[in-house]
Nanobody
C-alpha cells in the first residue's frame, strides 16, 4: 500500500507562492501516476494536476500557467509549485495515486490565500 504525506501548506497573500510536497512511501514516485486534488471550503474535491510517466503533466484550467507539478525521484517526493495564488485557491490540498478502489490519499495540507 502506497502511503502519502503532504506538507508545505500555509497562509499567503494574493499573488504569493507556495510549494507543496507529497512524500511517497511503498513505491517509486516516478513509477506512479500521481495527482493533486483540492477541496475548497464547502465544495467538493476537485482535480488540480497530474504527472505521468516520462514527466508529462496536465492541469485543471483554473491553475494552468500558475501551478507546476514535478517529482524528485531521489527523495521519492512530488511537488506542486503554486504561483500567483488567488483567494479562490484556498482549499485543503491532497495528493493521490492509484485507480478505482485501490487509491491512496494523503491527509491533506491547508492552503489559505487572503489579504
Amino acid at each position: 500500500q502506497v502511503q502519502l504525506v503532504e506538507s508545505g501548506g500555509g497562509f499567503v497573500q494574493p499573488g504569493g507562492s507556495l510549494r507543496l510536497s507529497c512524500s511517497v512511501s511503498g513505491d517509486a514516485v516516478n513509477s506512479l501516476i500521481m495527482r493533486w486534488y483540492r477541496q475548497p471550503p464547502g465544495k467538493r474535491r476537485e482535480f488540480v494536476a497530474a504527472m505521468f510517466d516520462g514527466g508529462r503533466a496536465n492541469y485543471a484550467e483554473a491553475v494552468k500557467a500558475r501551478f507546476t507539478v514535478s517529482e524528485d525521484a531521489t527523495n521519492n517526493t512530488m511537488f506542486l509549485q503554486m504561483n500567483d495564488l488567488k483567494p479562490e485557491d484556498t482549499a485543503v490540498y491532497y495528493c493521490n495515486t492509484g485507480r478505482g478502489g485501490d487509491q491512496s490519499w494523503g491527509q491533506g495540507t491547508q492552503v489559505t490565500v487572503s489579504s
